[in-house]
């Protein structure tokens, strides 16, 4: 008898507790976005796996990099704890091709917590010749 009245209680207005359980939950999240801080510096692009190709023609050589996380945490991350590169090891003919920039943690950077990492730009053209074709 007693715990019918007590599970009445606990259903008793659920909409209103559901709504004030998710909205708690949205004000927890949303606090905890605006606490981290931002910092951007500019980091060399690598080319990885170019096999028998080359790129003689123009790609961006830095890629703006974006950190945000605890200020305390981000600040002592450097511009070489970020590697940023493309990985050309899928392309086995020439031609043109749309490539996603990619990028990895290292020192520093690698046991950071949380840490949203943003590049910039997200892919790059990137046009493949042969070496033997790109010098006549």
Do not use: C
Request: charged letters at 20%; a positive charge.
């Amino acid at each position: 008898m007693q715990s019918r009245k007590f599970f009445a209680k606990v259903v008793q207005n659920w909409p209103a507790k559901v709504l004030s359980i998710g909205l708690a939950i949205l004000l927890f999240v949303f606090h905890q976005m605006s606490i981290l801080e931002e910092q951007f510096f500019s980091v060399p692009l690598k080319i990885e796996n170019l096999n028998a190709f080359m790129s003689p023609g123009s790609y961006p050589r830095l890629v703006r990099v974006s950190l945000r996380g605890e200020a305390n945490s981000i600040h002592q991350i450097l511009g070489e704890d970020i590697e940023v590169y493309v990985d050309l090891g899928e392309f086995n003919e020439p031609g043109t091709y749309t490539v996603p920039v990619r990028w990895r943690k290292k020192g520093a950077a690698y046991g950071v917590r949380p840490l949203q990492i943003t590049v910039d730009p997200r892919e790059i053209n990137i046009s493949l010749r042969r070496t033997w074709e790109a010098y006549p």
